[in-house]
């Protein structure tokens, strides 16, 4: 089992960056994938970016490549998303969650934190 607790959104103007945090609790937590999902209002939940349980491997949607930048740091039990060049239409909900296998499918990730609200203003 593992809690995840997000933080670090907010209101940025359009070109800003935002550093979201996914604190987790659990001895386990170097062992899971780690990823994020936004949702947007009206919209699917969305993968955006993931990371191997080594941090060794890293996958991003097409939508955020070359301006978002996903780590962890297994000793402190935490996972980050860097955000920069914000868009308007990464206005979401950010989610972090842990799971098995990567996978870009927010359904195979068993555990979830409660979101984190990021609003991009053009």
């Known amino acids: 089992q593992v809690q995840l607790v997000e933080s670090g959104g907010g209101l940025v103007q359009a070109g800003g960056s935002l550093r979201l945090s996914c604190a987790a609790s659990?001895?386990?937590?170097?062992?899971?994938?780690m990823g994020w999902f936004r949702q947007a209002p009206g919209k699917e939940r969305e993968f955006v970016a993931a990371?191997?349980?080594?941090?060794?491997?890293?996958y991003y949607a097409d939508s955020v490549k070359g301006r978002f930048t996903i780590s962890r740091d297994n000793a402190k039990n935490i996972v980050y998303l860097q955000m920069n060049m914000l868009k308007p239409e990464d206005t979401a909900i950010y989610y972090c969650a842990a799971g098995g296998p990567i996978s870009f499918t927010w359904t195979d990730y068993p555990f979830w934190g409660q979101g984190t609200q990021v609003t991009v203003s053009s």
């Open positions: 659990g001895r386990t937590f170097s062992s899971f994938a």
């Open positions: 990371i191997s349980w080594s941090g060794g491997s890293t």
